[in-house]
């Protein structure tokens, strides 16, 4: 089945320990995003691409940083976390920048001692 | 600054009977809106959808109302299953795709048989 993967589905870090955080997808879609999302909030856009072409939210720390090698991967990297940085991080994708429906994994729970 | 809003966390109902789920937007500039369920351990999974030209579409037992004057939407769940019990989020979106889609913070249905 095409799918939205990622890995861990939980990870661990310590405070200001750089961590990565992977998604990958089966699906062939050209945008890729990334959202953080906290207990009973609402998921909030971090970044996205649309191919290659990154786009940041306007305000998406510096501390957060992505990269996407190919289409099928996208990464998340978190440079020095802090204790506010613990969430669930969500990858979700997009046929193409005309498609509205997004089709997410299921998330990786970041835990920051 | 929470442009999209779903007021009740949570909501119990009957098996049997309608669902019903509501979110409210500020930003006049949104033209296409959905609802995504989400179970837990699993990412949101695209539900329906609705034009800001339509004021209704269905699809099979939900039903997503759509209140421009008043920046409101609604779905309708008929007759709700205890499988529809999840998390569910309304989103929205202005221009055209998905890029600028903003979530609310979800209502957790439950379904009691």
């Known amino acids: 089945d095409a799918m939205v993967i990622q890995n861990p589905r939980y990870q661990v870090t310590q405070f200001g320990k750089p961590v990565t955080l992977s998604c990958s997808q089966t699906?062939?879609?050209?945008?890729m995003y990334w959202y953080q999302q906290k207990s009973s909030q609402a998921p909030k856009l971090l970044f996205h691409?649309?191919?290659?072409?990154?786009?940041n939210e306007a305000d998406t720390p510096d501390n957060f940083q992505s990269r996407r090698p190919n289409t099928s991967f996208c990464f998340l990297d978190i440079r020095s976390p802090g204790l506010g940085d613990a969430a669930m991080y969500l990858c979700?994708?997009?046929?193409?920048?005309?498609?509205?429906?997004?089709?997410f994994g299921p998330g990786t729970r970041l835990t920051v001692t | 600054d929470q442009q999209v809003k779903q007021n009740s966390p949570s909501l119990s109902v009957q098996e049997g009977r309608i669902s019903i789920l509501n979110c409210d937007y500020t930003?006049?500039?949104?033209?296409?809106f959905l609802w995504y369920k989400k179970y837990p351990a699993e990412g949101p999974t695209f539900l329906i959808s609705?034009?800001?030209?339509?004021d209704k579409n269905e699809d099979g037992r939900f039903t997503v109302f759509l209140n421009k004057s008043a920046k409101h939407l609604s779905l309708h769940i008929v007759p709700s299953q205890p499988g529809d019990s999840a998390v569910y989020f309304c989103?929205?979106?202005?221009?055209?795709?998905?890029?600028?889609?903003?979530f609310g913070a979800g209502t957790r249905l439950f379904v009691k048989a």
């Open positions: 979700a994708t997009s046929r193409d920048p005309n498609s509205y429906e997004q089709y």
């Open positions: 989103a929205a979106s202005a221009g055209t795709g998905g890029f600028k889609t903003i």
């Open positions: 609705i034009s800001s030209i339509k």
């Open positions: 699906l062939n879609h050209n945008v």
């Open positions: 691409y649309y191919d290659k072409d990154f786009n």
């Open positions: 930003n006049s500039m949104f033209d296409y």
